[in-house]
């Protein structure tokens, strides 16, 4: 995992359990491990990315409404996702298809940002 892939608040894993980036910088990642205050420091070797599962989609607030299809919604509109292998695709309400492979949660994270300028954080 690289520093330029991370943003505040994204979740990974550490050797202390998951939690949230507090600070990035080349070398290492400020975290707080999830439910503490306390941040610890970690060489970025050290933390791992969480791979993306359905288990996940739902701790973010997504509701699985058929098969692969997954509904998202914020800002008083809905977002239509589909999750099959690891790969996540998105309907824009335009009906524009942006085919996406994403494989980690926080790749979900700084995408669903890009798209709506929404942070997506564990409910």
């Not at 359990?17 to 050290?46: A, M, P, S």
């Not at 589909?82 to 980690?104: C, H, M, P, R």
Request: proline letters at 2%; charged letters at 25%.
């Amino acid at each position: 995992m690289k520093a330029e892939e991370l943003r505040i608040g994204n979740v990974i894993s550490t050797p202390y359990g998951v939690g949230n980036v507090y600070g990035i910088n080349h070398e290492c990642v400020q975290i707080t491990i999830l439910d503490d205050k306390t941040v610890f420091d970690f060489d970025l070797e050290e933390c791992k990315p969480i791979p993306l599962t359905e288990e996940w989609l739902l701790k973010f607030g997504f509701v699985n409404r058929y098969s692969n299809v997954w509904m998202k919604e914020d800002n008083e509109r809905e977002n239509v996702f589909e999750f099959d292998d690891n790969n996540l695709y998105f309907t824009a309400e335009e009906g524009v298809n942006y085919s996406v492979a994403i494989n980690n949660i926080h790749q979900l994270q700084n995408f669903y940002f890009a798209l709506t300028d929404t942070e997506l954080t564990i409910k």
